[in-house]
C-alpha cells in the first residue's frame, strides 16, 4: 500500500480531501480507493453550483469490477468538476491524490469530522 499523504484530510468512505488556502476545498478518492476499484473506466461528476450537503452521493466511479458513489465531505457548492477525467478516468488509477473530482466552497469551516492520515490509515487497516 502506498504512503496516505499527510496534508491531506480523509472520510471514512475513502475520499481525500485538501484544504485550500481560500478556504475552498478539493476532493478525490484515495489511493486505497482506486485499488480496490481496480481499473477505473468511468467516472460521473457533480454540476458545478449543486448544492451538496456533508455525505450525500453526489459523483460516480465505475471500474471494470464495481461501479461506487462518492461522497460530499463537507456541506456546500459544487464550484468545479475536473472534466479532464471524463475523457481519461485512469488517471485515478495512475495517481489518485492528483487526479481530484470536484471542488466545494464548504458551508462552513467545521473540518473536524474529517479523519487525519493516522485515523485514514487505521480506518484502512481495519478494512
Known sequence: MSAIPAELKYTASHEWVRIEADGTVTVGI???AQEALGDIVFIELPEADRIVGAGDA???????????????PLSGTVIAANQDL?????????DAYAAWLFKLQPDSADFAALLDASAYAAVVANA
Do not use: G
Request: aromatic content about 4%; hydrophobic content about 45%.
Open 30 to 32: 484515495t489511493d486505497h
Open 58 to 72: 453526489c459523483a460516480v466511479v465505475e471500474s471494470v469490477k464495481a461501479a461506487s458513489d462518492i461522497y460530499a
Open 86 to 94: 471524463i475523457e481519461a478516468p485512469d488517471a485515478v488509477n495512475q
